[in-house]
Structure formats: C-alpha cells, structure tokens
C-alpha cells in the first residue's frame, strides 16, 4: 500500500529521538537514491519503521506523466510503458511515493498480473500493475525483510538489478521500468538475509534502544504527545520538517558538483580490498556514499571522514563469511588503512575544490536548509545517542530525535540451575552435576536430510514439496486467483468446446473453466529441530566439542536450506526449551556454545518435550513440516525405568510421523548400540558423526524413509 496520503500526519522525522546513523543513512539515500537503500537492524521497539515511514514526507516532488500507471518521467518517459506512448501528454507533480511490501504478499501483488483468459481470447494485454510499478521513482520499504518468501526475493533481486520488471505468462509478456529506493527493517534474532538480497542495500545500520533514562524520557513523552494529538504534534514540528527538506534539496543540487579525487578513490579500493568484500559493488556504494555526504555537509570535495564513515556504513554487512559472523568493521584496522594510503586530496585550509568556504568547519549542521536546533527555531535537541557505533558518525545531522520503545523487551531465559551433587556416568565426580561449557569443533558441510513424502510448506531447499516454482508435474483445475499457466492443459481442456462456442477464424475461445494451472514440484523448507544430549555420558571434553561441531554445521545447513529451528537439551534431571523454534541460527549457534554438561541422562523427558514443542508448532503452522534430529549416544539414566521410558517416548513420536535422523555420539572401543536401537523405536535414520559428513566415503541415507518401510 502507499503511506504517501494519509488523513493522520505521519511522525516527523525530525522529531525521531537518538539513531544518529539511521537518520543519516536515509538522509544520504534521499540526498542520493544512487547509494542503493538501507538496512535497518534491530531489537523490536526501536522505531526503525516510524523513522522509514517518516522519510517520505522529506523526499521531493516528482514530475509524472498525467494518467500513467507507471510514474513516466514527462522528460524522458520509457519507451516500453504499458500504458504508452505518451507522445504531448500532461505532466502533473505529486509526492514521492512510499511503498509497503507485505511479507506474506503473493507474486502477482508484486509484480502485477496479466488476464490470461483475454490474453489467450482476445489477444490483448490487460495487465494490472503490481507494487513494483506503484514504487517506480520512490520508495519500497519491506518490513521483516528477512522473513520475505524466497520467491519474492527472487523478484526483488531481479527488479533491483535490472531496473525493470517482467511479467510473463506463456509467451505473453509485459516489461515496465521499476527502480525504487530499497528499504528494509528487519530484527536478526528472526533470522538472516540470503547474501545475494544482502549485498543489494547500499548501507545497513544496526539501531539499539539507549539506555539513557534521560533519552527515553524523551522518546515516551513526544511519543504520547503525538497519539494525543498527531496534527497538533506534527504542526510542532514543521519548521524543523521544511528546514531538513531544504537541506537536502540544496544537497541534491550540490551532489553534481562534488569531486572525488583519487586520494579519495585510493582510500575507498584500499578499504574493500583490506576488509576482503566480495565483488566491486562494495566500492561504488563507497564512493556515491562518501559523495553524497561531501554534498550533506555543503562541500565540493570528498574528505577522508567521508570516506571513513561511508565505509561504516557500507562494509559491515558485506564482510560476513557466514550467518555467524557478527555484522561489524575492526575501527582500528579501518583508521590504519586510511592513515595509510590517505593524505593525496585532502581539503586543509577549510575550502572545497571549487573555491567555496566550508559552511560549517565545525560539522553539517549549519549546512543548506538549516537542519540543526539553531536553523528552524525547534524545541531544543535532545542528548544522547541511539545508535550501537562505537563512534559518532562523522556526518550526522544535528536534529531533534526521537526514540519510540514500540514494546518491552522480553524476559531473558532464566540460567541452568545446577544440578545436585552426583557421580557422573563416567566415572568421574560431577562437579555438582554440571561442567563448564567448551566450545565447539570445526563446522563441516553436511549431508542433506529429507523428510520422506511430498509436503506443501514454504519454498526451501530441503524436502521435496508442491510449490510455487519448479518443475512442472502436472496441471489442475485453479483454487483462486491463477498460478503458472499449463498452456497445454489450458488448450487441451478448450478444443472439445470450440465448435458449440461458435468459433470462427483463427482464434481459439477460451473460457474461465478451461483454465489450468501448472502443478509444480520444488523443495520446502522444514523445522529441525534438535534434541541434544548435554549429560554425563557426553561431557568429555573431545567428544562434547565434536558433537557441537556437528550440531553447529546442522545449523548452517538448516540456514542455507530456509529451515526454521528449535533446540531442546536434557540432562540431570529433566529437559529444557534452549530456543523456542526460529529462523535465527545465530540464536541457535549462541545456545549452544553457552551449553553446559553432565548429570543423568534422561533420554525419555526430551523426546517427550520434542513431541509437545511439534504438537504446539503443527498447530501454527500446520504446513511446515518437522524433522527431528536426536544427538545423543543412545544412553537412558535416571528415574524409574529409564530405558523403557525412553522406547515408549520415541514409538509416541514414531505414531505421530515425526520423520527422524538420530545422530550416534558413541564412542570408545566398545559399541553398545544403544543409538541404533533409539532410531529404530523412532522409525527413524541413525548416522554417526563420520556419516553426517558430506565428503565422507561411507553410504548416508539421503531421507530417512528407508527405515520407516523397514518398520
């Protein structure tokens, strides 16, 4: 939907407390769209989208081609418009457009859709524009970007590369041109971007609420003032509002003007190179970045602060080998490659390259259109800063801000309780029941584990499902609104009907009954979700390091095949809920590293809470289906008949079809096989660590079927 004309006035964006660094990334991005959008990470409740949705009401009007569904330039209107040629047609201004992109939007909202029926009938093009028309030459903002459908993705990417977007139905085809400004919020405790959508935004920004009284004061007492009275607030506001859209229209004006010396040019590849990026989009981003903020502070030339700050904004997202990485640039080592190769083009007197004062030797802030408290008599600037750098940005705008702490964080996961003093069944004194957690073995790629049948879930990469893309199976009758036209059903179900329809000439009549949509076969993504073994029996400190290593590379695996994940440990006593099931690996990989070890083994109580977690989750979400993965060697302590516990447990989860792999950690000379046994009660896959590797000469079953038919 468009946020452009609301009759409730948006939250002004001068009024957003702390978030220097996101301010100033979309400030850059409105200066320059060139720079290729933001990234918004962080906690829920940071206002990350109040300060996104306040953006648009900064942004300039844009001339349009009058009636034109795709925003045409009356200057260089596209010659390939759907809704062309325009030729002499009437130019009309309206504000730049903000548009929403829901997460759980169908691809035909998206792209736009084409009425086969006409298509194929009359042979018109009747198309219906999607969201990527309505954001040409504005803004498309995703919220939870990163739980977008992999589909959508695809679309994105493809638009954003192309600056055009194509739908196509069976040789039918409609082109239009799409480029936007990419905006997206996301909170990484949700899980992570594929890298190819990652590196498409130019800057990312990581926003944490502060943890100043005095900041949040101000956030909750502007936040209650505009619910109270949203016109009145924003009236409040509207000089520092003109006073910012000033600025950054004399800033777009000065942006042509700016030089980027090779000084400058030297320090921007030196940076990528030392921070090893991959590609070169990382150093033209750099460089309209640090342009575009010579252009902010009201300078003709690129200084070695612009060049540094560009690249706090532009590198921390593409340096990242894997979804553990923590997003971040090493300060230091980024000062030491400027020092380095810095010096060539620097402006020491104050002036820029043409000759101009810098309007501000001080900073931005008395830069074009004021900006700052003292440029549009505003309420005075609150302290503080919200963001999570380790420096200030060396080009942020001084405006009054604003905070909105949208929901109270979430009560933290109570600490492992240690467990009664016991011998351990190793032999060796428990320590109180519990030993120190050790850190996990080198992850490895991993053989890929199905769940056997076909499911019907969300597009992944792991089991085989009915989905949107892929192979072609069949075709059937639409349920709604028309998928993937099966043009060869489509005609086959129409002929028998032709001669009674009247048909004359070439053209073939098609009726809404004899429409068929192509059933198609791809993969799916599943919930894995691990029951780990953390007792005595697996506390040596080798044998407990490897098992995290296996468990870690599971995790990436379940990263790059869109599954979603939940984690349960047993021992002592009794089994725990480590992570609630998510898309965040990192979650998961930071569960396990803090796990700790030793006690009883009691095997039974954490299959029973992997049965109540599937129940709970096969209730949300009953499409997704789960697989479940056992780590343990087999053993079964503690309580009243421990073992049988144990076999009953797993022949419940058997009954209900949980498709499962047991992972056997046993180890030593002596094999008891309790593992095995497990995974035959389970009806399920037992591999060792050995077998879990991709590059490991032993068999693996590839689905855990096999066993299942046994059985």
């Given at each position: ?18 978030m ?62 759907p809704?062309g040629?325009?030729?002499s ?7 730049t ?8 939007a ?34 498309l ?77 101000s ?45 400058a ?19 033209i ?10 252009a ?14 560009a ?23 980024l ?20 000759g ?7 900073g ?40 909105e ?51 019907e ?70 919930l ?6 953390a ?19 599971l ?69 997704r ?39 056997d ?17 389970l ?29």
């Amino acid at each position: 939907m468009t946020t452009a004309h609301h009759t409730t006035p948006q939250y002004p964006f001068t009024a957003v407390v702390g978030m220097d660094d996101l301010r100033l990334a979309l400030l850059l991005n409105a200066v320059s769209p060139a720079v290729g959008g933001v990234l918004v990470r962080g906690e829920k409740g940071t206002a990350k989208s109040t300060a996104v949705r306040a953006l648009s009401a900064l942004m300039p009007q844009v001339d349009v081609v009058s009636g034109c569904r795709f925003a045409c330039a009356p200057a260089a209107p596209d010659p390939g418009c759907p809704d062309g040629p325009h030729g002499s047609a009437a130019a009309a201004e309206r504000p730049t457009r903000m548009v929403e992109l829901p997460v759980g939007a169908s691809e035909d909202r998206l792209v736009g859709a084409l009425d086969i029926e006409r298509a194929l009938s009359e042979g018109v093009k009747a198309f219906e524009p999607g969201l990527l028309a309505d954001a040409h030459r504005g803004i498309l903002y995703v919220d939870e970007v990163n739980l977008l459908h992999d589909h959508l993705v695809d679309l994105l990417l493809d638009a954003a590369a192309m600056g055009a977007s194509y739908v196509e139905r069976e040789g039918v085809s409609v082109r239009h041109a799409a480029r936007f400004l990419l905006v997206g919020t996301m909170n990484p405790e949700e899980g992570e971007l594929r890298p190819q959508l990652l590196d498409r935004f130019g800057l990312t920004v990581e926003v944490a609420a502060s943890r100043e009284p005095d900041e949040r004061v101000s956030v909750v007492r502007r936040r209650l003032a505009y619910d109270a009275d949203p016109a009145g607030f924003a009236a409040g506001w509207a000089a520092e509002e003109d006073a910012l859209r000033g600025r950054i229209t004399a800033a777009r004006e000065l942006l042509p003007r700016v030089t980027l010396g090779d000084g400058a040019l030297r320090q921007i590849a030196a940076t990528c190179a030392a921070f090893e990026v991959d590609g070169m989009r990382a150093d033209i981003v750099m460089a309209r970045t640090a342009t575009a903020l010579a252009a902010w502070a009201g300078r003709t030339d690129v200084l070695e602060e612009d060049v540094r700050q560009a690249a706090l904004l532009a590198l921390p997202h593409r340096r990242r080998r894997n979804p553990f990485d923590a997003p971040g640039l090493d300060q230091d080592k980024l000062d030491q490659t400027l020092e380095e190769f810095g010096g060539a083009d620097e402006d020491t007197d104050g002036q820029g390259t043409d000759g101009e004062d810098d309007p501000d030797p001080d900073g931005p802030d008395g830069g074009p259109g004021g900006g700052g408290p003292d440029g549009g008599g505003a309420p005075p600037r609150d302290s503080g800063d919200g963001g999570p750098q380790e420096a200030p940005p060396a080009q942020s705008p001084e405006l009054p801000h604003q905070q909105e702490r949208e929901s109270a964080e979430g009560p933290e996961r109570p600490a492992e309780q240690p467990a009664a003093p016991e011998r351990s069944e190793e032999g060796a004194p428990a320590a109180g029941g519990e030993k120190a957690a050790v850190g996990a073995g080198e992850p490895f790629r991993t053989r890929r584990l199905d769940v056997p049948g076909l499911g019907e879930g969300a597009d992944g990469r792991r089991s085989r499902a009915r989905t949107a893309h892929g192979r072609t199976t069949g075709a059937r009758r639409p349920h709604g609104a028309l998928g993937k036209l099966h043009l060869a059903a489509t005609v086959q179900a129409a002929a028998p009907h032709q001669r009674a329809r009247g048909r004359h000439g070439r053209g073939l009549v098609v009726r809404r009954d004899d429409l068929r949509e192509a059933v198609r076969e791809g993969r799916e993504g599943n919930l894995v979700l691990f029951v780990v073994d953390a007792s005595g029996s697996m506390a040596a400190r080798k044998r407990m390091s490897a098992v995290k290593g296996a468990v870690l590379s599971l995790l990436l695996d379940a990263y790059q095949r869109r599954d979603k994940i939940g984690m349960i440990t047993f021992r002592g006593t009794g089994a725990e809920l480590a992570l609630p099931p998510t898309s965040s690996v990192e979650a998961g990989a930071a569960r396990l590293e803090q796990l700790p070890t030793g006690g009883r083994t009691p095997l039974s109580e954490g299959l029973l809470r992997a049965h109540e977690v599937l129940r709970v989750e096969r209730m949300r979400d009953a499409s997704r289906r789960p697989l479940l993965v056992v780590v343990t060697d087999g053993r079964a302590t503690g309580g009243p008949e421990p073992v049988v516990r144990a076999a009953r447990a797993a022949r419940l989860l058997a009954a209900e079809g949980t498709a499962s792999v047991v992972v056997d950690c046993e180890a030593g000379p002596v094999r008891l096989g309790l593992a095995g046994e497990l995974a035959r009660d389970l009806q399920g896959t037992a591999v060792t660590l050995d077998e879990l590797r991709a590059d490991s000469v032993s068999a693996l079953v590839r689905t855990v079927q096999g066993n299942r038919k046994a059985a």
